[in-house]
């Protein structure tokens, strides 16, 4: 596990307002549209697909904001005409784990970064980033997922 500074980055995004109970809706879906529309507007896709949760505390019912994002290059930032915005992610500071295998054990992920985090009294800033590096959906066991708790420099 290391402390990283993430530089900001421009992203094509779907942000909404939701719960962990109600968001496997958008797993599946948003981001093949976000991929879509992307190369409809002409947009060049720089990275993989992130999710950004703004506020979870992992209960079922809490509400959080959820942004569905993947990044583009700023100069082909355009997205008139688009259901999805073009937003400036702001420099991130997280300690980061990479997750390798089933989601379906992602809390073990979390749950080691919890304990580094409180092992080292630092601070979470709210925010948490999941980057899908692999996503396999037939064979759960290839999935890559970079695993990113914001905290407090």
Known sequence: MQIKTIQPMTVFCFETETTM???MQYVRVVARQLYQDAITHDLEITGPVYWIYQGADG?????????????VT????????SQFNIAKLD??????EQHLGDWAKLGNTYGALMGEIQSKNLQ??????????NM?????????????????A
């Open 124 to 133: 979470m800033s709210g925010l948490t980033r999941e980057i899908y590096l």
């Open 21 to 23: 109970e109600t968001m």
């Open 74 to 81: 700023n100069s082909s930032a355009q997205s008139s005409g």
């Open 91 to 96: 420099t991130f500071q997280c300690l980061s």
């Open 59 to 71: 209960q079922p019912d809490t509400k959080f904001a959820l942004t569905v994002a993947i990044p």
């Open 136 to 152: 396999d959906f037939e064979n759960p066991e290839a999935n890559i997922t970079e695993v990113q708790i914001g905290v407090v």
